[in-house]
């Protein structure tokens, strides 16, 4: 053919991080069996969803077949039946938004990966560690990319100090992903007042939201000054179990303008040519998670999981191997033993204790010689892996 192909490709790995951990796992499995794997890489959830969610996906999905309550095409922002459930739940933690500055999405990793349509040729700054879904995007668009260091000192916590003051298009995620290192309400204020002095925006992913157990904040909204600076991303895969079934949101202040455009314009703008909406079911079983019943479901299940990463705590902190993360976050983020590099220590597991994790290096130069263990996993599942670090460590 002679067509001009995105030249940017090049530039990021060939391999999705959870698609090259996959294909280890496959060669693997190949050569030496595939049974007895405990799977703990990807952030993949395994209970299945509540009873509130099913019976509502079901009852949607009835009303589907009938003539009388069958719906086409969804209005492309959300129903509006979810995004007043979505305002209710932030209204909980005193954050008030607008509903249509709410735009339901099929999950938070198409938004990150989609919100650069709206965006032009930024300087990025991303932390690093961190999910890698915001890098790579940037880098397929040809974006420039700056990193500031999350390290054990600042406890993957990094903060503006001594980032060059410029405009930036600043990538956040707390509870963060890989590290499970979550911000106080000093530290986000810190970025966001940052952010404003230099006129940044920041994309803040709050999808681990749910796992937070102490008072550290769950929006970036309940930050003085956000309202001017931020855009919010979220999903309720984690918090629900909905990684099999899809749905997120993305929140876009009134106020938030680059010159005289408004963002929620562009994205409106966006969303209506490229995007059709999520399912009226899904959406239904969305607001069942959303409500009183279902939140307090996703609680339950939230304390199953916590109760797994604290099994997995325990065992590295009797065998003295340093971590962060696993309190307030699914994932447990280590320093692989006697100064193994990740993807060493991902072998040696995999070897030894027949266990899969994500070796830290995927997300990001400062994730090397680092590993991440996520709790999704069965609790009979983890207290298995558990008896085998114990060996192994
Ligand atoms: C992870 O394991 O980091 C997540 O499951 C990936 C994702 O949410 O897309």
Redesign the pocket.
Known sequence: MNIKINENFSLIKENY??SDVAKRVNEFSKANGGRNIIKM????VTLPLSSVVVSALAQASVEMGKAETFRGYPPEYGYDFLREAIKRHYLERGVVLRMDEIFVSD???SDIGNIVDILGKNDILIPDPV?P?YSDSNLMSGNKISFVKGCGENGFLPSPVGVEEKPYVIYMCSPN??TGATYDRRGLKEWVDFALATGSLIVFDS?YEYFISDDKPHSIFEIDGARDCAIEIC?L??TAGF?GTRCGWTVIPEELSAGETKLIKLWQRRQATKFNGVSYPVQRAAEAALSTEGLAACREQIAYYRKNAAMISAVLSEKGVYFTGGVNSP?VWLKCPNGMGSWEFFDHLLKNARIVG?PGEGFGEMGKGYF?L?AFSSYENTLAAVERLRKIL
């Open positions: 991080l959870f890489g990807i952030g993949d999950g938070a990793k999910y879904v992903n890989p999808a999903s895969s984690k990684t994932y994500t991440r996520t």
